[in-house]
């Protein structure tokens, strides 16, 4: 069996979404989420769907081990950032290598980098006009937004399309394909 933990800053409905799908497997379970942010939505969905929540500050995550060893201790195997929205620190990269897994809701590389996350990006691709807007779920590594990618899918967009509409539109992608190819990628290695 392998183990996920999921990091998420808001809402998690992506959390959610996940932990449903693996709930049945026999060879991935979420056993921990984490969050950088004590009054996230994702803190009551853990606590409904009786999965763990911890709460970690700035100095835990970035300048100490003390994520990873939470981590370690838990015996995780992958780490799957669904909706988080801090840099990941060279050391937890490097304690789980080739095994963090982040979504964006664009098409990197366009609409990634600091600052470009949530509605951020969508106002962004409205303002551009852009005929398509979409998913990009990808390997992490120091820099935000920038490791391997694993997968894509697109939507199209109107010129009716708000940032609202687009964030409901690349939601029904990230449910549709986020937790299949979480799944792919960990049998595959
Ligand atoms: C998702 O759309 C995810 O792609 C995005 O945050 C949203 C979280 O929604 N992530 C980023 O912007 C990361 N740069 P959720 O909390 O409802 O799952």
């Known amino acids: 069996m392998k ?12 959390a959610e ?3 449903h799908y693996f709930k049945d497997s026999d060879a991935v379970e979420v056993t921990l989420i984490l969050t950088n942010n004590a009054s996230a939505g994702v803190i009551e969905r853990g606590k409904r769907l009786d999965i763990p929540v911890v709460v ?7 300048k100490s081990d003390t994520v990873i ?9 992958w780490i799957i950032l669904a909706g988080f929205l801090w840099l990941v620190p060279e050391n937890l990269i490097r304690a789980f ?4 897994i982040n979504i964006h809701p664009a ?3 366009k609409y ?3 600052g470009m996350w949530g509605h951020h ?7 551009n006009c852009e005929s398509e807007s979409g998913i990009t779920i990808h390997h992490v590594n120091e820099h935000y937004d920038e490791g391997e990618i694993i997968f894509q899918a697109t939507c199209p967009l109107t010129q009716e399309d708000t940032a609202d509409s687009v964030a409901q539109k690349v939601h029904e992608l990230e449910y549709r394909y986020f937790p299949a190819v979480i799944e792919a990628e960990i049998l595959r290695n």
Do not use: M, Q, Y
Request: aromatic share 6%.
């Open 3 to 14: 183990k996920i933990a999921l990091f998420a800053s808001g809402s998690g409905s992506n």
């Open 17 to 19: 979404n996940i932990i």
């Open 56 to 62: 970690f500050s700035r100095n835990n995550f970035s």
């Open 69 to 77: 060893r939470l981590l370690k201790n838990n015996e995780t195997d």
């Open 97 to 100: 290598p080739g095994r963090i």
């Open 107 to 109: 098409l990197l590389p």
């Open 112 to 114: 990634g980098g600091k």
């Open 121 to 127: 990006v969508h106002e962004a691709v409205v303002n």
